[in-house]
């Protein structure tokens, strides 16, 4: 496959895991008064870490069971990057109401909402594992895409409105369904 089509697919992918990030960012920054730099910095780089460091927990989950869904493993996919996407697109119309600025910017809160936020890269370390892929440099990048993506965000936010952020997390659903797709079609085709 050409190495600028595999690019361009990490950066998509990257764009639509960021989507929960961005909206917890833009949600963040509309409910504080002023965002400092210390703060988007503080959000972006935790969010950015998290996003590195689960889909690496998803490819090393992925080499303990590959062996049973070895057959099948570009449906598995698929329905991962589905699921993940699905969840992501039915969450926007209601998960961010419960986003307090000020909250998620205290340290537990800070851990918990990463946690939440990149829960569902895990599952995009195991589809990456199962593609035979290598995890390293597509997670860097997930990870370097969020980072940015969570302190636009919150500047963005702070600036607008609450209502972008259901859009976003909308838009990244139907790209990790997209991809799911493509997955599927390569192996068939």
């Not at 990490?10 to 895991?17: M, S």
């Not at 503080?42 to 460091?53: N, R, W």
Request: hydrophobic share 55%.
């Amino acid at each position: 496959m050409d190495i600028g089509l595999e690019i361009f697919s990490i950066g998509l992918l990257a764009v639509g895991l960021a989507m929960d990030a961005f909206s917890v960012a833009i949600v963040t920054g509309f409910s504080l008064k002023t965002v400092s730099i210390r703060q988007a910095s503080k959000l972006s780089l935790t969010f950015g870490a998290f996003h590195v460091f689960m889909p690496i927990l998803g490819w090393l989950a992925g080499s303990s069971i590959a062996w049973l869904i070895a057959d099948y493993d570009h449906w598995v996919a698929f329905f991962l990057l589905a699921f993940v996407g699905g969840k992501m697109i039915y969450e926007a119309f209601g998960a961010l109401e419960g986003v307090e600025g000020d909250k998620v910017l205290d340290n537990l809160d800070l851990l918990l909402f990463s946690t939440a936020v990149s829960i569902d890269a895990i599952a995009i370390g195991l589809s990456f594992y199962l593609e035979k892929s290598p995890i390293l440099l597509p997670a860097i990048i997930i990870g370097i895409v969020t980072s940015a993506f969570t302190f636009v965000g919150m500047v963005l936010g702070n600036r607008t409105g609450r209502s972008i952020g259901r859009g976003t997390q909308i838009i990244g659903g139907i790209i990790l369904i997209a991809i799911g797709l493509r997955i599927v079609f390569t192996h068939i085709l």
